[in-house]
Structures are given as structure tokens and as C-alpha cells.
């Protein structure tokens, strides 16, 4: 029966044992939210999760705890301002340049991309 499987028998057992804690635990998670007698005792219809309860904490208090170093503002300078100070750089040059044919004649006036008429 082993022969089937594409994994060695060790790596067939752990993952049983996850798929069987997987079970184990999906089964209580249905209980407790499923289970009509919650509301009476107050806690609601929702599960109480510590993990995301930890997660949300986390992700509110981020900034309670942030130590401003160079690293970080390196982070800031080369995802925030080195980007836009570029594209504004290459902005401005395109449309010198573009602004600078059209003075000296080289772009027909029918060619041109912004026109009046």
C-alpha cells in the first residue's frame, strides 16, 4: 500500500497525523461556533482566536514600539522619495525636451499631441 504513494513512509505518517489534527481541530472550531447556548452567556456568536486577537494587537500598537534607525529610513527614502524625486525627474526632462522640439520646428503643428484647434 505504501507503493502508491509518492512519499516515504515517514512523510505519509506526519502528514496523517497533521490531517488528523486538522480534523480534530476543525471539529471543535464548528462546535464552539455553532453552538446555540453562546448567546445566553454573553461571548457573543464569535469565536475568541488568541492568535488574531495577538495579530490585531500587534498591527494596532506598530507604532507605539517603532524605533526610527537608519535602516528604516533608508526604507523610507528608497521606497517613498527616491521613486517620486524620479519620476519627476523624468517628467520634467520628456516635456524640455518635447517643448524644445516643438519651439525649434521640428514637430508639425498637426503632429503635435495638445493642440488648440
Known amino acids: 500500500m505504501a507503493e502508491q504513494f509518492d512519499v516515504s513512509a515517514e512523510r505519509r505518517k506526519v502528514l496523517e497525523e497533521n490531517a488528523k489534527r486538522r480534523t ?54 528608497f521606497l517613498t522619495l527616491l521613486p517620486m524625486v524620479g519620476y519627476i525627474y523624468l517628467l520634467h526632462t520628456s516635456r524640455q525636451a518635447k517643448e524644445k522640439r516643438y519651439r525649434n520646428g521640428e514637430v508639425a503643428y498637426k503632429d503635435r499631441d495638445f493642440k488648440f484647434v
Request: positive net charge.
Open 24 to 77: 480534530v481541530l476543525r471539529n471543535f472550531f464548528l462546535k464552539q461556533v455553532s453552538d446555540p447556548f453562546r448567546h445566553a452567556s454573553g461571548e457573543g456568536g464569535t469565536v475568541f482566536d488568541p492568535a488574531l486577537q495577538r495579530y490585531q494587537a500587534m498591527r494596532v500598537t506598530t507604532y507605539d514600539h517603532f524605533k526610527p534607525n537608519p535602516k528604516t529610513a533608508g526604507y523610507g527614502f
